[in-house]
Structure formats: C-alpha cells, structure tokens
C-alpha cells in the first residue's frame, strides 16, 4: 500500500452523515427535512471537501472517484420542473483528495467522466447553501456482494483524519413501486405498515452500529419490499461501516413518505 502524499495534513475528525434524499424536488423545498439539513450542515466546521457515496452512481466492475476540478450539475431525471432541471450546485472539485484516495486505496480508480449527481447536489445545496466546500463522489461497484461495501468504506476512514467529511445519500426504504401511485395523487406523510416495520429495524441496527446485521434485510419484516433493489440501500452501509467503537450514532431526521420511502437521515461522531 502506498504512503500518504506529504500534503494529507491531519485535521480533527470529520463525521459521518447518511442523507435519505427522497425526491429531487427537495432541492427547490423549504420543508421540514431541508430545514434539517441547513441546520446540519450548520453545526459542524467547514470541512476541507466532502466525499459522496450516491445510490445514483452505479458502476460494474470498478469503483471510481470523481476526480475533475468542476464536477458538473447531473440532472439524472426527467418529467420534473423546468427550474429543477435548470439548478446549478457549482462547487469544486477535490482532484487532490481524489487522487489521494485512489493512491491509499487500491480497489478505486479516478475518472473525470461523472460529476455530482441527484443523490449529492440535491442535499448539499441545503447542507453547504454557499457551495464553497470542493464535493466528489465514490461511485457503487453494483457487480458487488453487499459485504464488499462494508469492507471497503472501512478503507475510507483515513479520510476523515484529513479533513473530508463522507457522505452516503440514499434511502433506507425505497420503493418506487409502491410510492408513486401517492406521488400522483399528493398523499405524502405516511407510510405502509411494512415501510414502517423496515425501518424500525433497520434503527435499531444503526443505533448499535449493527452494520453487518444490516446485510441481512431480505430476512427483515418488510424487507422485500422495503428494498427491492439494494441501490438506495448501500449508501447506508459506507456510511455506517465508518462508524468507530468510540463514536456514536444520532438520528437527524425521520420521516414516511408516500407510504415506501424513508428519509431517516443519521450522523456518526
């Protein structure tokens, strides 16, 4: 393994966020949820860059670290309003934290063909309202077996002696399916009863940084339907693979919508 570049100068530690997005809409919201954000945001010092790990970048065969110094605005929807399309989150890249990154760890790769997606600018805009922290994103090697996740966000934790706070922005329950239909129709503050049994376990699991107990939601009450598919489901588990015995858990934010997704939010310090 290769040393660290002489420049990686130790800062306090960072700490860890899980953001459940939900909707890109949130972006343009004040609401409950971006409320939370800004006030997340707001307590902690400006870290020296943020690293993203978003359900919206999926690769195979690789995991790569965004390295350009202007990563752009990904509008990775369609069918929402014109103003949405059109937002700009124009922070800067980090391509020296990138690049240390994928010098300490050998399973990652630089490449300036991604840059913040959905999953990143639509919670940082409300995080970092000012843009002025550099931001990169780690893609999802989705070839992957969910333990190899947890393997290699513990390969991050250097980072967070270095300044960069790490991101996983996702949702614990995520089911589209399920949710459109009250997407439509405007219900939004609910959730079905296996939406609400999923994340309940999947809390008590975090509270006790139960991240490998986590691998197991097929098994869970709800699970399938929770989590048809593991996108949105792996952010949690970087973020919570970085929590360290010494370090606690705090609920940030927590809330049903649409009856199938969960925008339980938490932080590890």
Known sequence: MSILPIELRSSDRQPVWFIGHGSPMNALMDNPFTQSLNQLGASIAPPQAVLVVSAHWLTRGGSFVQASSNPETIH????????????QYPSLGSPFFASALADQVQAIEPTTEWGLDHGAWTVLCHLFPQHNIPCFELSIDYSRPLAYHISLAREL???????????????????????????????????????????????????DKNVEGLLDYERAPGGRYAVPTPDHY???????????????????????VYGGISMRCFEVR
């Open 76 to 87: 990775d929807f369609g069918g929402f309003p014109r103003e949405l399309h059109q937002f």
């Open 157 to 207: 934790q250097f980072l967070r002696e270095k300044g960069v706070l790490i991101l996983g922005s996702g949702n614990i329950v995520h089911n589209l399916q399920a949710s459109i239909p009250n997407l439509s129709s405007g219900q939004e503050n609910f959730g079905y009863d296996w939406a609400k049994e999923f994340d309940v376990w999947s809390a008590e699991l975090i509270a």
């Open 234 to 256: 792996i952010p949690l588990l970087y973020s919570l693979a970085l929590a360290r015995k010494d370090e606690q858990v705090y609920t940030t934010y927590e809330q049903l």
